[in-house]
């Protein structure tokens, strides 16, 4: 009986590895995608409200979803308090900064300080938490990650370094808020990955629909059709459907693995624009890749078990 156990988690554990890397995909590609959406929302939104919004739709769709399987959010007052805190670190305060930062900040070099969440989880990881391995493999993966995000999105685009230092060091604290919550993600383990994920997106929600109404008085304000249709992309994919992705992938691949998809929007981006802009790609675009792809791969690659 013991070895029909061992044999079954074991086959549970190779589907989930199997299906890793799908996901790890998958988000990167949703999150990927969500630049693009702020920044056609923001043209008419102002990022309070748009960020007030995507939290309220996703969170909304998310508990209907719970409801609808048979599960409901937790009444447990300790629960939400740390619903409300993973809220802070991966909702509330990154998505705003970015939404404001993106007003002004250039994609390319947006794109690279934002890619920098795996550096921060490494770190946070080897000084702070040590609730994982720190191996020279993943300090290897977030260099190589690094260097392959720069090689791809050209080095033309530091030029904008310095111009609007305000918007960048605000990119640089939302990618140091996605580093801590992918850490502290790892405290919902043992619940539905939908729980957490919708939890925090209420409590953002309960946080930021109250500042929009004071700051921004949405009731004034007239919309494009455009930047609705972006707000829900962004909420719907970007947001609802990524976010439980991502607390899958923090229980199975760890939190430092899974800051790996910051590295995969890169390319990602790019194969857009090449596939459907008529864009090409640079020698120097084809070497990060394989960088990234490499990085990628030495910070997700499960540790080998001896005996």
Known sequence: MNSLDENGNAMAGMANMANQPVLLLALSALWGA?????????????????????????????VAVLRLRGLGLPADRRIWERFALQACLNSVVPFTLIA???????AGLATILNSTSP?????????????????????????????????????????????????????????????????????????DPMIPAAGSLVSGAMVLVPASLIVDRPWTLAPSATSVLALLALSVFSTALAFVIYFRLVQTLGSVGTTAQAYLRVPIGVAIGVLFLGETLSSTAWAGLACV??????MTMPARKLG
């Open 34 to 62: 969500s630049y693009a959406f702020i920044k056609v929302g923001v043209e008419t939104i102002p990022p309070v409200t748009l960020i007030a919004a995507r939290t309220l739709i996703a969170g909304a769709i998310l």
């Open 100 to 106: 404001w930062a993106e007003q002004t900040t250039d």
């Open 293 to 298: 792809v490499v990085g990628v791969v030495a």
């Open 119 to 191: 550096i921060f989880a490494f770190l946070l990881t080897a000084a702070l938490t040590r609730h994982e391995a720190v191996t020279g493999r993943k300090l290897f993966g977030v260099a190589a990650g690094l260097i392959g995000t720069c090689l791809i999105v050209g080095v033309e685009a530091l030029g904008g370094f310095g111009h609007e230092m305000g918007a960048q060091l605000a990119i640089v604290a939302a990618t140091l808020c996605y580093a801590g919550a992918a850490i502290f993600s790892k405290s919902f383990r043992g619940l």
